[in-house]
């Protein structure tokens, strides 16, 4: 518990307080800026400062280039709305360089220019105010669009207005926290006779040194809140702001967020988190594991904790809201730049080369759906809308191996020359294999977009070269006899004469958590259609995994047996080389 406090004058000197304490103690691997000598192509500069926290700066906007590579500056993010509000174009671009109108400006923008002020910094990058918004795919827009590892990364603190809508409302909190449960006035004569936990044994001869349950700096009339253990994931990760796409990788890239909400306002560092009400405990030893923040220090690791932290980042990403359909991969290209530099990897419209085997088994968790344009490759997550995820992975890297595939060829084609995280216009994976061709005894039919399974049936002497299978649809937990676990990663698949199974590699997973335990047997691979009119060439349609024992022989290359037309060639080794786009 920590002591209410009220005023907003206390809430900027406590993340004055929080800023010197990340800057002076944290590593800068984990809090320092991602691009030392690199600043936003523009910044506001605010000149002057009313009294109080909700003064009106007047301010203008100046070009980077004059000011040192060392600059500091704050950067604002915030949900736009449906509220029209002033923004850059190119009809006041100059008359923005010699004055911004402050007072048009919604009251989050105007207090976040208060707060740089009281921050003791005199810079500002605001998305709207720094980029031509006239059209959205103007040369400006593009061109600044790209530099969003650099504009957040090299921030000295983001501030967040995590729990607006739009950016009508004030950032500073008007009004004391109402938590759920509280105390108006909790004496400490009441705290002395709350029973005390149980004392556990001590080993040593004297009696073990009981916990306080007053603070020291209490007084006989402090008030005290109850916090909720709960409020950072009820105000903060679950606020209207974490739904926005672009967000994900601006809280991910900056490296100290202030997070302003109706009642309370938060810190968030690589390190830490805290909230005004408790500045100095409770969140600190509560940061999620898996939270999106808590990963910039994965930055630093391995490849293999890496792509793993790739994988998760996209589970979050992928159900994120966009404004724009096409932003899918331009939303996360200042990430996507970040691991880049880690992993010394190729891109590949969201994936990446040196683990594309495990890249490609994503499915979806919900109902997806797909763009109105084209926007990825069908073995991408950026050609859905809608939330995916991955296969549990093993433990170490040698409990997997690689089975009867091999990539011969990996190609996107970028809409932009040199752009290579922007978007695609195109793409293919050609690799040789085993492919199955797969038959329902039900024949023909639409198969709903959530994960179903299949048992293997008996053979169709008319399909003499297909794999026969009956099908169960449920959830997870359905208790049936199962040789293969099928996930969808489109909306729905009509399941016909050209639908194949293309293993990819085989798992073995811990059974528990030694190796004692031993490990259970999994087969992953690609649910495949071919398109019809063309040779050898497939799209993605969803992902399989087969606990069964008798994969040996239902995936056997024996047994895989195309026919002319389905199939470019075969190579060197008798494996079918076809092309996924």
């Given at each position: 518990m920590g002591?209410?406090t009220r005023?907003?004058d206390?809430t900027i000197?406590?993340?004055?307080i ?5 800057l002076?103690?944290?590593s800068p691997?984990?809090?320092g800026?991602k691009?030392?000598t690199e600043?936003?192509?523009r910044l506001?500069e ?8 909700d003064?009106?700066a007047?301010?203008?906007?100046i ?9 500091k500056y704050?950067?604002?993010s ?7 509000f002033?923004?850059l174009?190119d009809?006041?671009?100059e008359?923005?360089y ?7 400006l ?10 740089t002020?009281?921050l003791?910094?005199r810079?500002i990058w605001?998305?709207?105010?720094c ?11 593009v ?5 969003m590892?650099?504009?957040y990364?090299n921030?000295?603190?983001?501030l967040?207005a995590t729990?607006?809508?739009d950016?009508?409302q004030?950032?500073?909190?008007r ?9 108006p006035?909790l004496?400490?004569?009441?705290l002395?006779r709350?029973?005390r936990?149980?004392?556990p044994e001590?080993?040593s001869?004297d009696p073990?040194e009981?916990?306080?349950l007053?603070?020291?700096h209490?007084t006989?009339h402090?008030t ?5 253990a ?5 105000q903060?990760?679950q606020?209207p702001?974490h739904?926005?796409a672009?967000v994900i990788?601006?809280?991910?890239l900056?490296?100290r967020?202030l997070?302003f909400?109706?009642?309370q306002?938060?810190?968030e560092c690589?390190l830490r988190?805290?909230?005004?009400e408790?500045?100095?405990g409770a ?9 999106l923040k808590s ?9 293999n ?8 980042l ?6 994120a809201?966009l404004?724009?359909a096409?932003?899918?991969l331009p939303?996360?290209s ?6 880049q530099?880690k992993?010394?990897?190729e ?8 683990n594309?085997?495990?890249g490609?088994l994503?499915f979806?968790i919900d109902?997806?759906s797909?763009p109105s344009?084209?926007?990825?490759p069908s073995?991408?997550?950026a050609?859905v ?6 296969f549990q992975?093993?433990?170490r890297p040698?409990h997997?191996r690689v089975i009867v595939?091999?990539?011969?060829e990996i190609?996107?084609?970028t809409?932009r020359?040199g752009?290579?995280?922007g ?10 294999g085993?492919p199955h061709?797969?038959l329902?005894?039900g024949?023909p039919g639409?198969?709903?977009?959530r ?7 008996k ?5 003499p070269d297909a ?9 997870t937990?359905?208790?049936v ?13 009509y399941w016909?004469q050209n ?7 085989e798992?073995f997973?811990l059974?528990?958590k030694?190796?004692?335990?031993g ?5 992953s691979?690609?649910?495949?259609r071919?398109e019809?009119?063309?040779?050898g ?6 992902v399989f995994?087969s606990?069964?024992s008798s994969?040996d022989?239902m995936?056997?290359?024996?047994t895989?047996?195309?026919?002319e037309g389905e199939?470019e060639?075969k190579d060197?080794?008798g494996r079918?080389v076809?092309r996924?786009?």
């Amino acid at each position: 518990m920590g002591s209410c406090t009220r005023r907003s004058d206390d809430t900027i000197e406590q993340a004055r307080i929080w800023l010197d304490d990340c800057l002076l103690q944290h590593s800068p691997d984990y809090c320092g800026p991602k691009h030392c000598t690199e600043l936003p192509t523009r910044l506001i500069e605010i000149e002057s400062i009313g009294s109080g926290v909700d003064g009106v700066a007047s301010a203008r906007l100046i070009r980077s280039i004059t000011l040192p590579a060392d600059t500091k500056y704050t950067t604002l993010s915030h949900c736009w709305g449906s509220t029209p509000f002033f923004t850059l174009s190119d009809g006041n671009l100059e008359e923005m360089y010699r004055s911004i109108p402050v007072a048009r400006l919604p009251p989050a923008f105007q207090d976040a220019m208060s707060i740089t002020l009281k921050l003791g910094q005199r810079y500002i990058w605001i998305d709207s105010l720094c980029i031509i918004q006239d059209s959205l795919g103007s040369a400006d827009w593009v061109a600044e669009s790209r530099k969003m590892d650099v504009v957040y990364g090299n921030s000295y603190c983001n501030l967040a207005a995590t729990g607006f809508s739009d950016g009508q409302q004030p950032l500073p909190p008007r009004a004391p926290v109402q938590p759920g449960f509280r105390f108006p006035e909790l004496s400490l004569d009441a705290l002395d006779r709350l029973p005390r936990p149980p004392v556990p044994e001590s080993s040593s001869h004297d009696p073990p040194e009981e916990e306080p349950l007053v603070p020291s700096h209490a007084t006989r009339h402090s008030t005290y809140c109850i916090v909720s253990a709960n409020d950072w994931d009820r105000q903060v990760s679950q606020a209207p702001l974490h739904r926005r796409a672009w967000v994900i990788q601006e809280q991910m890239l900056a490296p100290r967020i202030l997070h302003f909400t109706e009642t309370q306002v938060f810190w968030e560092c690589s390190l830490r988190r805290y909230s005004r009400e408790i500045p100095q405990g409770a969140f600190q030893s509560i940061t999620a594991d898996g939270a999106l923040k808590s990963m910039a220090p994965m930055w630093m690791s391995e490849k293999n904790p890496l792509y793993s932290a790739w994988f998760y980042l996209i589970r979050e990403y992928s159900g994120a809201d966009l404004t724009r359909a096409s932003d899918k991969l331009p939303a996360i290209s200042g990430l996507a730049k970040i691991f880049q530099r880690k992993l010394d990897d190729e891109y590949l419209a969201g994936l990446w080369k040196g683990n594309i085997y495990t890249g490609l088994l994503w499915f979806a968790i919900d109902r997806v759906s797909h763009p109105s344009a084209y926007r990825a490759p069908s073995w991408s997550w950026a050609s859905v809308d809608g939330r995916v995820r991955y296969f549990q992975q093993p433990r170490r890297p040698e409990h997997k191996r690689v089975i009867v595939t091999a990539i011969e060829e990996i190609a996107t084609f970028t809409e932009r020359q040199g752009d290579l995280f922007g978007p695609v216009s195109g793409g293919h994976i050609r690799l040789a294999g085993f492919p199955h061709q797969a038959l329902l005894s039900g024949g023909p039919g639409v198969l709903p977009g959530r994960a179903w399974y299949l048992r293997q049936a008996k053979h169709d002497s008319a399909h003499p070269d297909a794999v026969c299978f009956e099908t169960y649809v449920g959830p997870t937990s359905l208790k049936v006899s199962r040789d293969i676990e099928v996930f969808p990663s489109v909306p729905e698949i009509y399941w016909d004469q050209n639908i194949f199974f293309l293993p990819l590699f085989e798992q073995f997973l811990l059974k528990g958590k030694t190796e004692d335990a031993g490990f259970r047997r999994k087969v992953s691979g690609l649910v495949l259609r071919r398109e019809k009119g063309t040779i050898g060439t497939y799209t993605k349609v969803g992902v399989f995994r087969s606990p069964s024992s008798s994969l040996d022989e239902m995936f056997s290359p024996d047994t895989s047996r195309l026919q002319e037309g389905e199939f470019e060639r075969k190579d060197g080794e008798g494996r079918y080389v076809i092309r996924i786009i």
